[in-house]
């Protein structure tokens, strides 16, 4: 049975960025993702940029060279899979931690599923790195879970000359309406605010306003979806109470992302109802748990604009201060 020092769960930019740190202290750890390195990354629409400059999301002290002023996804995988090679990680792709559990005084038993079998792993520390996009937040309405519907977007492509309703103001929602207005789709948004999201992109936001201006891109303000149906989506406006059937091809609800919390909860580590924020001590990382951290965007709970790549690096430095004098300390 594998007994790593640390083990982290999940392989994005901050796991990555624990085991760095873990790695430049001479600590031995293995990261695991249920899918593969910086997969969120990797799942962003193909022509994404990011709203950081490329300074602002290094890691490890690995200059990011972009081929733009803002990094696009492909700039993004080629860099965070450079710095897992120039450090020599050792990530586990297609390992899932399914379970994690106290083992006495040996740290913590970690179940893994993979494709075709199951691993333990023991280790003293656990982190868990896991994000939020595997988790999207919804509606909670009737036939959400028709093939159409998706709360995942890709590119414009596959929605020329059909009608698309874009559910959400912010950026994903943005970026989407514009890429399949682009690409020759009829789009109506559906917001349930009265305009845009404030973290829309600033270098979007004109292109977006204009549209709607002139009329290439429909907008529903202070509406919200009630119910989805094979050729339409029914919302109703929050104003006047008139409800109103949009005839669609395909329904992108942008509606963002939440952590998952359920192996922290089972491990002990309290989470708040309201927040969805787990009990952490943000000088550290450290959960209640003793041994166990927390990295990345799975600290900010429900609120998953808080923590982002570039104020969130730094914990993989402060997890690893705080197992060294730990160690120190008996």
Not at 37 to 64: D, Q
Not at 149 to 178: C, K, M, Q
Not at 209 to 235: F, L, M, Q, Y
Request: proline letters at 6%; glycine letters at 10%; aromatic letters at 8%.
């Amino acid at each position: 049975m594998e007994s790593p020092e640390l083990l982290v769960i999940g392989a994005g930019p901050c796991g990555l960025a624990v085991g760095v740190a873990a790695k430049q202290a001479g600590l031995s750890c293995v990261l695991l993702d249920r899918r593969t390195i910086v997969s969120t990354i990797e799942r962003y629409p193909l022509g994404m940029t990011f709203f950081s400059t490329p300074e602002r999301i290094e890691i490890g002290g690995v200059p990011f060279i972009a081929s733009h002023e803002k990094p696009t996804r492909k700039d993004g995988l080629l860099y965070y899979r450079r710095v897992a090679e120039h450090f020599e990680l050792d990530i586990r792709p297609g390992e899932e931690a399914v379970d994690v559990r106290r083992e006495g005084e040996a740290g913590f038993r970690v179940e893994v599923r993979r494709q075709h079998d199951s691993k333990t792993y023991l280790t003293q520390a656990v982190v868990f790195a896991t994000g939020y996009y595997d988790n999207p937040n919804f509606l909670g309405i009737p036939g959400e879970d028709l093939p159409h519907v998706s709360h995942y977007f890709t590119e414009g492509h596959p929605y020329w000359r059909r009608r698309v309703v874009v559910i959400g103001a912010g950026n994903s929602s943005v970026d989407a309406a514009l890429e399949c207005w682009r690409a020759g789709a009829a789009v109506t948004l559906v917001h349930i605010g009265e305009g845009f999201d404030r973290t829309v992109k600033p270098w979007v936001l004109p292109d977006i306003v204009n549209r709607v201006k002139e009329g290439s891109i429909a907008v529903r303000w202070r509406s919200r979806a009630r119910a989805i149906a094979p050729t339409n989506v029914e919302i109703i406006s929050d104003l006047s109470g008139e409800v109103e059937c949009l005839p669609t091809d395909a329904v992108l609800a942008m509606t963002g992302y939440h952590a998952d919390t359920a192996l922290l909860r089972r491990l002990g580590v309290p989470v708040d109802p309201a927040s969805g924020i787990p009990a952490h001590d943000e000088r550290s990382m450290a959960t209640t748990v003793p041994g166990c951290y927390l990295a990345g965007v799975i600290a900010s709970g429900n609120d998953a604009n808080r923590l982002f790549i570039e104020n969130a690096r730094g914990h993989g430095e402060l997890i690893v201060r705080d197992l060294r004098e730990g160690r120190e300390g008996r």
